[in-house]
Nanobody, 124 residues
Framework: QVQLVESGGDSVQPGDFLRLSCIVY????????VGWFRQAPGKDREALFC????????AYSEAVSGRFVNHRDQIANTAYLHMGNLRPEDSAVYRC?????????????????WGQGTEVIVSS
């Protein structure tokens, strides 16, 4: 059984940095594309990135462009989302997900496995 466990969410101040981790259990990360998503209270789920097994990145969100970076560590079987210069509007529950297919060109939510989410709160 494939399980994704996210961690790293915290309550921080504007301008701070956070790194979220998504550890994969029960399978090898190198078989999947990894998507990152977030959902703020009262708002729709938003797709941020998808990174394929070949490290090719598809970015979906202009709101995080230049501030968020993600990468995957095949040895650690973990995907990471590095978030810099955080803003209050970045407050949300962040989730990672895996799909066997390649990254979609447009944002979508058709993934095979989902993590439980980790909460990020940005407030002064």
């Amino acid at each position: 059984q494939v399980q994704l466990v996210e961690s790293g969410g915290d309550s921080v101040q504007p301008g701070d940095f956070l790194r979220l981790s998504c550890i994969v259990y029960g399978s090898n990360l190198n078989q999947y594309s990894v998507g990152w998503f977030r959902q703020a209270p009262g708002k729709d789920r938003e797709a941020l990135f998808c990174i394929g097994p070949d490290e090719r990145l598809v970015a979906y969100s202009e709101a995080v462009s230049g501030r968020f970076v993600n990468h995957r560590d095949q040895i650690a079987n973990t995907a990471y989302l590095h978030m810099g210069n955080l803003r209050p509007e970045d407050s949300a529950v962040y989730r990672c997900a895996l799909r066997r297919a390649s990254c979609p060109v447009k944002p979508e939510f058709d993934y095979d496995y989902w993590g439980q989410g980790t909460e990020v709160i940005v407030s002064s």
